[in-house]
């Protein structure tokens, strides 16, 4: 939209100069009268399209636009909330997050590698400290977490399991320095009743629209599974600890002394309906598998 916008605004520009051009030479009257219904033309359509486009542009900045930005690589590792429209709201949204941190668990048999999404959950009661801006766009809230959660982007700080042999293949988890936050985040606008709710899915490298459906769907799942909790412990990095929690998940789902039943699989979405292919979802939104074109 943007580009199409800035060619029109050349059309005009162009136009008006070849008409100026073109009104001051008067003695080739029939060449600029063609000029200026060419440019009386060009005009008339580029005009209105510029309309809608700028129609287009102020509803967009009068219509909410969430974001959750992840500020990890700091001493004080912390998420805000921020509104990027420019209409106020009738008082600052305090949205509820559902924080996960994700690890991959790796198949691999020869040069084949498959990976299915673990999601292992963040208590709310991590958070140290929130701050409210009082606003209701730009930053309005602000969650601090403990150092624990300290992540560099990249590979820097990738989680890495050993190899778990299962038979002629072996297993690996890799977990990711990030958090994934899940987010219903309920508004309304001045002068309405009316509540609106918007759904998202942010990491420290996008935001993505989500469905309730896909929302409910990681509380099925968060709750079937609250045995992955990533807990604190002393000064070990949370993405640890998470590493650790999913590698015990799969060593025991290959151990063949222990006791098994269906749930065993719920941790890799292995469910009936799959808790709505969450999982399968997620793929696409998380970084490419450092380990799939290097470790086979």
């Known amino acids: 939209m943007r580009i199409l916008k800035k060619f029109l605004q050349l059309i005009i520009i162009v136009a008006t100069v070849i008409l100026i051009f073109n009104i001051s030479d008067w003695n080739e009257g029939k060449s600029t009268a063609i000029v200026i219904s060419a440019v009386s033309l060009l005009i008339s359509v580029a005009s209105p ?7 287009r542009r102020a509803v967009y900045d009068d219509y909410p636009s969430f974001n959750i930005v992840q500020n990890l690589w700091s001493k004080s590792p912390n ?10 709201l009738a008082e600052p949204p305090h949205p509820t997050y559902v924080m996960v941190i994700p690890s991959k668990v790796l198949s ?11 999601l292992s959950p963040v208590s709310y009661e991590n958070v140290t400290e929130q701050t409210s801006s009082g606003k209701s766009i730009g930053s309005i809230e602000t969650s601090t ?6 992540a560099k982007k990249g590979e820097r700080n990738m989680v890495i399991s050993e190899n778990i042999p299962v038979d002629d293949f072996k297993m690996k988890v890799i977990t990711y320095p990030m958090l994934v936050i899940f ?4 508004y309304r606008f001045w002068g309405s009743s009316k509540i609106l709710s918007n759904f998202i ?6 935001k993505y629209e989500i469905s309730p459906n896909d929302y409910d769907s990681v509380f099925d799942y968060i709750t079937d599974n609250a045995d992955l909790e990533a807990k604190i412990k002393g000064d070990e ?11 015990s998940h799969v060593k025991k789902l290959f151990d063949s002394s222990e006791e098994h039943s269906d749930k065993d699989l719920y941790f890799m979405g292995g469910k009936e309906g799959g808790y709505g292919f969450i999982l399968k979802k997620l793929q696409g ?10 470790d086979k």
Do not use: C, M, W
Request: aromatic content about 10%.
């Open 201 to 206: 899915v942010t990491t420290p490298v996008g």
């Open 285 to 294: 939104i998380l970084p490419v598998d450092p380990l799939v074109n290097r």
């Open 237 to 247: 990095s949370i993405y640890e600890s998470a590493n650790k929690i999913v590698t």
């Open 79 to 88: 998420y805000i909330l921020y509104n990027e429209s420019k209409k106020k």
């Open 183 to 186: 987010s219903r985040i309920d």
């Open 49 to 55: 399209l510029l309309s809608y486009l700028s129609y």
């Open 145 to 150: 977490l403990p150092i624990n959660f300290f």
């Open 108 to 118: 691999i048999d020869g040069d084949n590698v498959e990976s299915v999404v673990v």
